[in-house]
């Protein structure tokens, strides 16, 4: 095949699935406009770098925007400012995606295009940033798998500074249910990760069972990121009790008796500020784990 025909296909590839991706989840309420204008943007970012990447940003969207939809008249009671779907916009999917995209551009230039083992013997600021992508996005995941499951559970959720129950829907409240699915969320990730490199990438025989720390490392990832969200959406988050609305919101006013938290971060802040943290620990733990 010609070459410069050849290097055409994988960004050609990359736009395709991008678009086909991103037109779906519109036409089906799972992205606003700006939302699937975003995710375009990151999904075939991440497809053109590497399949190892997709396969993350795929698992990480597919099975939250899954979940999102499971149990939605009881989230409809629950959370004030629900959509249909989850019609998250592009605030929403960059403050989720946005750390990782930054990283596996850097990767792709100091690979230049070629794909390396998460143990990159001869680099560990390589080793260092692909194990941040996959902090960052076992964060993502198991916060929405940890939020949309837990929410659906029968426990009431306690906040997390103090122990005490609170009401369904309040920032930092958790449950065993939802800690036990921000782990699992953080594992399909880790999965998803551990399946492309094996199949795309030849790291030798005896790195294979190095390779599959990997899911331990994301799972651990799942869980302290949905720890780290709860603790700032229990410290940093306002929530409150309405009166009239009878829901548990996340703006003070004179109808609503404070529950817990300061007015300092919004949702989207919380998500970035937890998910940026991860991103940084586990991407130190892979350099002395790999």
């Known amino acids: 095949m ?19 991706i991103a037109f779906r989840a519109h036409t089906k309420k799972s992205l606003s406009t700006s939302g699937a204008l ?3 943007f990151v999904m075939s970012l991440h497809f053109f770098v590497g399949f190892r990447f997709a396969a993350m940003i795929f698992a990480f969207f597919f099975t939250s925007s899954a979940l999102t939809k499971k149990g939605q008249e009881m989230k409809k009671k629950i959370d004030p400012e629900y959509k249909q779907g989850g019609q998250r916009n592009w605030i929403q999917v960059l403050s989720n995606s946005g ?26 600021l390589i080793t260092s940033l692909i194990g941040g992508v996959i902090g960052h996005y076992s964060c993502s995941n198991g916060d929405t798998w940890s939020s949309e499951i837990g929410v659906l559970s029968d426990d009431r959720p306690r906040l997390i500074t103090t122990f005490k129950p609170v ?92 529950i817990s938290g300061l007015a300092i971060l919004d949702n989207n802040a919380v998500n970035f500020v937890s998910i940026l943290l991860t991103t940084i620990l586990t991407s130190i733990a892979c350099l002395y784990i790999f």
């Open 2 to 20: 010609d070459s410069s025909l050849s290097q055409w296909i994988q960004p050609l590839v990359a736009v395709t699935i991008g678009f086909l």
């Open 38 to 40: 975003a995710g375009f």
């Open 99 to 124: 750390i990782a995209s930054v990283l596996v551009v850097a990767i792709w230039v100091l690979t230049e295009g070629k794909d390396r083992c998460l143990d990159s013997k001869d680099s560990a």
């Open 167 to 258: 009401r369904k829907g309040t920032n930092g409240g958790v449950t065993k249910t939802g800690l036990l699915a921000a782990a699992a969320g953080g594992s399909v990730i880790g999965l998803s990760y551990v399946l492309l490199e094996l199949l795309t990438i030849r790291c030798g025989s005896d790195r294979v069972a190095k390779q599959l720390l990997v899911i331990p490392v994301a799972t651990m990832a799942g869980l302290g990121g949905s720890i780290i969200d709860s603790l700032l959406g229990a410290t940093l988050q306002f929530s409150g009790f309405c009166s009239i609305r009878q829901k548990v919101v996340g703006k003070p006013g004179p109808t609503i008796k404070k």
